[in-house]
């Protein structure tokens, strides 16, 4: 059985691609096969499990756009993880799928080619953009459920109003089995009570779960994409590698849990 995660907020810089990688590794590290894909035309997940965009002739855009055999770009990584990535090219999928018929549904059919490619996976990770875009949308419509990662600053919870809409609008009309697995605490300073307030005004705003532990913030965190490596093999024993493992750890429970019956409550 497939987990399909998104990991989705629109706002940029909360950690969404640092978590989508160094997920993948602890999951890896755990034994599990793990797909992650890039959905952001920055691609900088691509670039930080330490392949160059620039060099690529096919990636994502292809797939979602063209119809290409997603087994066409899949990547092994040194991570240990496969990577669907992306280029710039993945800015035009956006205005390309605008007017097509059942671009909601691109990523899901892409999940399913690589079923019936049997090559399968014990998860995979969305790397969503920072917009609730038509690509947003897709990997919202391909997952079982969606994370989302929150710097807890003032402000910050802003747009996850917003955000959960889109959520409701997916469950309504593309994917009725999605769920919300919960927000994420990053680049958390539990030093300061003003982090554990925001989360806490936001989780009971909102009734939204928080997954635990807070990923703390660390200059570690910086120096990875440079080695093309996640933070869990350039910087093994530190705080922010081993709070992504427990996370890790905990999201495999979360995935053995029975689903919800829609409609029953
Ligand atoms: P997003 O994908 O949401 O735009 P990124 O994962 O690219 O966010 O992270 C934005 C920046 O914050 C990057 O420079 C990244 O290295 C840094 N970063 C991510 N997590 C942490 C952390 N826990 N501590 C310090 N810096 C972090
Ligand atoms: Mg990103």
Known sequence: MTTTLAIANQKGGVAKTTTVASLGAALAELGHSVLLVDLDPQACLTFSLGIDPEDLELSVHHVLTKGLDPTEVLIETD??????PATIELARAEAELLTRTGREHVLRSMIEALEEAEVDYDWILLDC??????LTVAALTAADGVLVPLQCETLSHRGVG??????????????????????LPTLYDGRTNHARTVLETISETYDLEVVEPPI???????????????????SRSSKGAQAYREVAGNLVARSQRPKVKKGKR
């Not at 955000?163 to 927000?183: I, K, M, S, Y």
């Open 79 to 84: 991570d240990g993880v496969d990577l669907v």
């Open 129 to 134: 953009p920072p917009s609730l875009g038509v």
């Open 162 to 183: 917003q955000l959960l809409d889109t959520v409701h609008d997916v469950r309504r009309f593309t994917n009725r089995g999605l769920e919300v697995w919960g927000v």
């Open 216 to 234: 703390p913030k660390t200059i570690k965190f910086a120096e990875a994409p440079a080695a093309g490596r996640s933070i869990l093999a350039t």
